[in-house]
């Protein structure tokens, strides 16, 4: 412990003493050499080596003290170390490697200065020079050139040098001195007339003027007092379209220490992917030795706080749970063998059967969770609380008497039915004893007689004792006969007392109470206990008997002897059942009232700042950010395309700081109608091929490019680009790729991807251009294309707005959106207001108005709030590309993470189906709150936006079977999520597992709510939760005159109202039903005929493909900038 503090007086004095040997180790084989040089404590490494500490004592995984003192960079105790500067660890890494990797210039040329092996390889065949080239280490790259490292050495698992490792982690100046033999690093310059953007974080583009480059919060700035391992595991993500065509280390050495903190991990691209053996297992724990003692929960908040989100090891924050979820799956439905599925229901993949045996298991668990709840509704008070109509004395007399056919009897204070005659004949009644307490003609029960020990003078347990008839009757009986007809007639009811009776009363009749039973001393009269008891009239003596031990001794014989009766109340289990019921409604009371007061109080509070504009916004156009408003259509008619490119030209927004970005998903009819609306400015390029969203062939795409021009209705021009996915040659002939123009009629729905293909193909070239990352033949004509339309470089897109095809969006809507951007540079993605555009068009509109409405005054502007809006729609948000940090350009919406989880094509089970096939925005929004939980997702209501809703009702119902399952996907995946804020009751986990756990019981929610009524109207006890129901609608009324000010949304409200057995019955059992069904349908009326994305999602095994067509399916050419600005030139010079 002195020596990992550098306490060098204490561990002189320790060894000095003689009571410890210098060379012991730990339980990780770390000798106290190890870790004075970790704590890089120059006087600790003399005392210990003057005693005689070993210096080439390696620890459980080879490492030497030398190794810890290269890796924290003491070049200071290096030298004490010399002798191990050769020595190698458990995975062959000298100490100049460990030094070379972190950066440790001074280290590394002590260890130089030492003799340590320059060109030693580790186990995967890396030098030092390799790890300095891989991380961009200049000066310790021409440090070991200097000493003779070798720049031809090649990793044994990739064949790599160490040129290419720099080359493929972005580090393009280390490159060209490993190439150019020390020569100063080359710039390319393009060729004339070209605008070659800066893409990357080496040379990021200056800040715009005019905008305010905020700095990190100031707990971002901390240091972490943690070290982080060495060569953290790069992840890939598998079937990813980013791991086909690879993703650029995000990290810069020149970045500033905010922008690393705020930067998502690296992910890998091709060639990291091919070394990611070499880099991620040389994780060693040695490595955080020296590190000062923390207890554990400060080491976790203070890894929350500092240290970035972690990446991804799958794509899935569930990934753990699909093992365990898969062999529930098959245990829930082992019933049904695969060959009746294969037969009987046409399941004839394995993957179809796998989705429907998913779908029953998640069914299963929806009912049992319903069954929960229907539980704690009803079935607890039905088990723990049975009330009874209760029976005073005088009802007893007045109602059950011999005039009455219904006759009864009480027995030490029990009812008991004799209306039968056989039962009168049986126990001896005469007519006067009806309605009457009987006691003293019946001995008690053998059972409640042997609980009492001690029994008056002269009495026995076969003795008739009781209160009501005053001394023991003639007509006494213990017969076991009659007392089995007595046990026949016993009724679950009591003979009741009110307080009252025994308070006011209870001196002059002898009554008093214990635990809830109530007692009479007149059948005690005359005996022993009779005085001890006549001080207990008229009171409740369950206190005076628990602290008197008489009384205790006493207590079990009243039951046979004194008991009259039982006093009215509720019995333990009504006031359990009732306790659980007012807390469930508490609980959810609460929740409705805060989120209705957030809401109210987001509406009037900071609404109105979120999208403020200013007059700087009002400024020359060069002073405004850019925007690239993407549309992705499919079959939309020209009058619904035109709406919808004219509403974001009409925009007040500079039409020079707005590029139109549509992309056509392989609908012919529309590709003819966008070519005829935009003017080209440049010749069309060919189809232009790159990595889809799909399987098999389809896992390919090819799309064309047109540059041009969109001239509005009102005659302002918009720079527009314009992408048509027109598919592969054999998806275009309808042949192999080998088929000529003559063959036969393309592929029906040739390009066809989906919208997430669409989207991945603006993010995954923003993603290119901004980190500098080779690209795609597509990408780089989208980089020409945007250079020449918008004269910028594609990293000053600083904002995506994303519009959908069949949206309009307010004159102010982009302003509003860009104005809470600046505002607040911590947002990454907001959305503003959808209304319902064709809202009286037919009754199946009419109720989808309050729908929208309340989704987003209530919903989104409570989450808002918090900075955690679940769901940006696709049908209008803005995100951020990315956040200025200083000089350097983090990837925001276009991490690596980001777009590798959002293109995963790992999609082999039910839930990643859902997530990344039927609710593609929701997902994104997933994934951009799990990789960044200390950013913004926010409302902004003022940037309105009209979208048409559908018109029929199946039409509704299959949209909403894709939102509703899409919604408890994506639920279960947030709640996996444990960086959102807030903790506990009190945090965006509980409300979303409120919300997951509210859309698993919708169905049965509407069933209760009709139960709750129809028991109101026949005099039921339901006030409690009836009073729950009315208060949301009422709340929610009030929420609308409160923040739209609108009556009007109240004759919507009652049109949803009487609509809600559609929304929450039908709709969200035909969607648990179909959760299989991962087709899209038809979500709108087309204009060009055909339908909507209506892609077979059938968990069916991947396509085959011949070997023809295995040929046929050429690689997608990666290039960088550069490289291809030289092939252009070249091809240009050719011809």
């Known amino acids: 412990m002195a020596c990992r503090h550098g306490a060098h007086r204490m561990a002189r004095w320790v060894v000095q003493s003689g009571q410890v040997a210098v060379n ?127 720049r031809d050495v090649a990793a044994r698992a990739t064949g790599q040098r160490a040129a290419d490792l720099a080359l493929d982690a972005g580090y393009y100046e280390v490159a060209d001195i490993l190439r150019n033999r020390h020569a100063e690093p080359r710039t390319p310059s393009p060729p004339a007339g070209v605008a070659m953007p800066s893409l990357g974080l080496l040379h990021p583009p200056p800040p715009l003027s005019g905008l305010r480059t905020p700095g990190a919060p100031a707990r971002l700035r901390r240091k972490s007092r943690h070290r982080p391992h060495m060569m953290a595991h790069t992840p890939t993500t598998k079937g990813s379209r980013l791991g086909r065509q690879s993703a650029l280390a995000a990290k810069s050495l020149h970045a500033p220490a905010e922008a690393k903190l705020d930067a998502a991990p690296p992910a890998a691209e091709s060639a990291a992917d091919r070394i990611r053996d070499v880099v991620s297992r040389a994780s060693l724990s040695y ?124 027995v030490r204070g029990r009812i008991y039915d004799v209306s039968r005659p056989d039962a009168a004949r049986a126990l001896g009644l005469r007519d006067g004893d009806f309605g009457r307490d009987v006691s003293a003609l019946f001995a008690p029960f053998p059972e409640e007689a042997a609980r009492c020990g001690r029994w008056p003078p002269g009495q026995s347990p076969r003795s008739c004792l009781g209160a009501g008839a005053g001394a023991p009757s003639a007509r006494c009986t213990a017969a076991a006969p009659v007392l089995a007809a007595l046990r026949q007639s016993r009724t679950a009811a009591w003979v009741t007392y009110q307080w009252d009776d025994v308070l006011r009363n209870g001196a002059r009749d002898g009554l008093f109470v214990h635990n809830e039973f109530v007692y009479s001393l007149r059948a005690a009269n005359g005996t022993a206990q009779h005085l001890l008891l006549r001080r207990l009239a008229g009171t409740d003596a369950t206190l005076a008997v628990a602290a008197s031990r008489a009384l205790q001794e006493l207590a079990p014989c009243w039951d046979v002897q004194l008991r009259v009766g039982r006093i009215e109340g509720t019995t333990p289990g009504c006031v359990l059942t009732s306790g659980i019921t007012v807390a469930v409604t508490a609980v959810l009371s609460t929740m409705i009232l805060i989120k209705m007061a957030c809401a109210v109080v987001f509406d009037w509070a900071f609404s109105l700042q ?158 290119s251009a901004l980190m500098n990352d080779r690209l795609t033949p597509l990408e780089f004509a989208l980089c ?48 503003g207001e959808t209304r319902v555009a064709n809202k009286r068009e037919s009754w199946v509109t009419r109720i989808q108005v309050y729908e929208y409405y309340i989704s987003h005054h209530l919903s989104k502007a409570f989450e808002s709030l918090w900075g955690g809006v679940t769901c940006l729609p696709g049908c209008c948000s803005m995100y951020r590309v990315f956040a200025r940090k200083g000089a350097a350009l983090v990837p925001l919406l276009v991490a690596p993470e980001v777009v590798a989880a959002y293109s995963s094509g790992d999609t082999h089970t039910l839930h990643q189906k859902n997530l990344l096939e039927l609710g593609e925005d929701r997902y994104l929004t997933t994934v951009l709150l799990r990789a960044f939980p200390r950013r913004k997702l926010v409302y902004v209501p003022r940037a309105v936006c009209r979208t048409a809703v559908p018109t029929s009702l199946p039409v509704l119902v299959s949209q909403r079977r894709r939102w509703i399952n899409s919604t408890i996907h994506n639920l279960f ?56 129901v009315g208060l949301a609608f009422a709340l929610q009324a009030t929420m609308i005159l409160a923040t739209t000010r609108r009556v009007s949304y109240i004759y919507w409200m009652l049109i949803y109202i009487a609509a809600l057995p559609l929304w929450n019955l039908v709709m969200p059992l035909y969607a648990f039903w179909r959760f299989d069904d991962f087709s899209w349908g038809r979500t709108r009326p087309g204009g060009s005929g055909g339908g909507g994305d209506d892609d077979d999602g059938a968990m069916s095994a991947t396509a085959f493909i011949t070997a023809d067509e295995r040929l046929a399916l050429e690689p997608v050419p990666l290039m960088r900038w550069r490289d291809w600005m030289q092939q252009q030139g070249d091809q240009q010079a050719t011809q």
């Open 973 to 1028: 995946e947030l709640v996996l999520v444990r960086d959102l804020c807030g903790a506990f009751c009190c945090s965006m986990r509980f409300l979303v597992l409120m919300d997951l756990l509210g859309n698993a019981v919708l169905p049965a929610s509407v069933v209760f709510c009709y139960y709750l009524v129809v028991a109101a109207l026949l005099g039921r006890p339901v006030a409690m939760p009836l009073t729950l």
């Open 24 to 150: 012991d180790k730990d339980a990780h084989g770390n000798t106290a050499l190890h870790h004075a040089a970790a704590a890089g404590s120059v006087a600790c490494v003399d005392v210990l080596a003057a005693a005689g500490a070993r210096v080439l004592a390696q620890n459980s995984e080879g490492a030497t003290a030398l190794h810890f003192a290269a890796y924290r960079g003491h070049h200071r105790a290096v030298g004490r170390l010399r002798a191990a500067a050769g020595v190698r660890d458990a995975t062959g890494k000298t100490p100049l490697m460990l030094a070379a990797f972190r950066g440790r210039t001074q280290a590394v040329s002590a260890l130089l200065a030492c003799g340590a092996p320059a060109n030693a390889q580790d186990a995967a065949g890396w030098t030092a020079l390799m790890f300095a080239a891989f991380t961009g280490r200049i000066a310790i790259c021409r440090a070991l050139l200097e000493a003779g490292a070798s």
């Open 784 to 831: 020409r294309a945007a250079s020449m339309l918008a004269r910028a470089e594609p990293t000053e897109l600083e904002y995506l707005l994303v519009v959908d095809a069949d949206t309009t969006i307010d004159i102010e809507c982009i302003p509003r959106m860009v104005a809470a951007m600046e505002r607040d540079p911590t947002v990454m993605g907001l959305c």
């Open 610 to 767: 979120l999208g403020k504009t200013t007059r700087r916004f009002a400024r020359a156009a060069t002073r405004v950010p850019l925007v690239l408003a993407a549309v992705t259509c499919y079959d939309e008619s020209e009058a619904t395309l035109r709406a919808t490119l004219d509403s974001i030209a009409l925009a007040n927004y500079a039409s020079t700081r707005k590029l139109l970005l549509v992309v056509a998903d392989g609908g012919a009819a529309t590709a003819g109608i966008l070519r005829r609306m935009v003017v080209c400015t440049g010749p069309p390029s060919a189809p232009l091929p790159y990595p889809a969203v799909g399987e098999g062939p389809r896992a390919f795409n090819a799309a064309e490019v047109i540059p041009g021009t969109y001239t509005g209705t009102s005659g302002i021009v918009v720079p527009c680009i314009l992408v048509i996915k027109v598919g592969t040659a054999r998806e275009r002939t309808g042949a192999g790729a080998g088929a000529g123009a003559a063959a036969a009629a393309a592929t029906p729905k040739a390009g066809n991807r989906g919208k997430r293909d669409s989207q991945l193909i603006v993010m995954q070239w923003l993603r």
């Open 287 to 410: 490595m955080s030795a020296g590190t000062p003692v923390q207890r554990r929960g400060q080491q976790r908040r203070q890894r929350r706080l500092l240290e970035p989100a972690s990446p991804y090891k799958h794509s899935h924050s569930s990934a753990w749970i699909q093992p365990w979820w898969r062999g529930f799956a098959l245990a829930a439905t082992i019933w049904m063998p695969s060959i009746v599925l294969r037969k009987a229901l046409g399941k004839e993949t394995p993957g179809m059967r796998q989705a429907w045996r998913e779908k029953l298991a998640l069914c299963l668990v929806i009912a049992l969770v319903t069954a929960a709840a229907t539980f704690v509704s009803f079935g607890l008070s039905l088990l723990l609380c049975h009330p009874v109509d209760p029976v005073s004395p005088r009802a007893l007399a007045a109602r059950h008497n011999a005039t009455f056919a219904d006759r009864r009897i009480a």
